[in-house]
């Protein structure tokens, strides 16, 4: 809708919030952040720059100050700079309200003598939408769990090194069993298919008891 043009859902990249631990929001607050999952869509030289994932917000952000229940909505524009439409999205009264407007809707084409789909901007007649596929640098949170052993931090440094990514700080999580350590890895602005390209090598490590968590930091 925003961009006038069509997307398949099954394109836009999508991660969810199964793999956050309490030592991630740990973390975050230790840098002054908070994790929030975050849909967005930014038109750019590129193409559309679209996805759903946990992002780590800054405390001063408005996207922390979202709490409970409550959703968010944010337009960036030219000419109206931003804008913020904040209210309830979850909880027995914000979701019985969107039934029952759906019930009546339902019922108001069932007396029309009409079930068809209502005609929304960018989802009828309009072309498809060029998703871009080398993103904007931004910077990102790893959080890797491992069995301990000698030499992993070089090991992993060496790996992002070697995608020439810098690193911006490197944590390890105290007094932890020594089967699952973790430690967490801030680096400066890069590409997705960079970072993700060095997410997938350190995957491969025979060390790691999970897989590596990716967090965007904004």
Known sequence: MAFGGRLKVSTIPTYGIRQVRAIDVHSANRLDSTIRLVGS????????????????VSHRSMLAKVEGVNNAVFLVGEKIGTQMFYGRGAGGDATGAAVVSDLIEIARDLAAGQMSAKKVSGFLNSDDLQISE?????????????????????????VIAHHDINIDSLEQEPHLPKDRVSFVITVEPVSEPTIRAAVDAID???????????????
């Open 41 to 56: 869509a930014e038109r750019t030289q590129r193409g559309i720059e679209i996805s759903v994932r946990p992002w780590m």
């Open 134 to 158: 080398n993103p904007q640098p931004v910077s990102w949170y790893l959080r890797l769990t491992v069995k301990d052993q000698r030499g992993i931090v070089a090991r992993v440094a060496e």
């Open 204 to 218: 491969t490590f025979e060390f790691m008891v999970e897989p590596l968590l990716l967090l965007r930091v904004e």
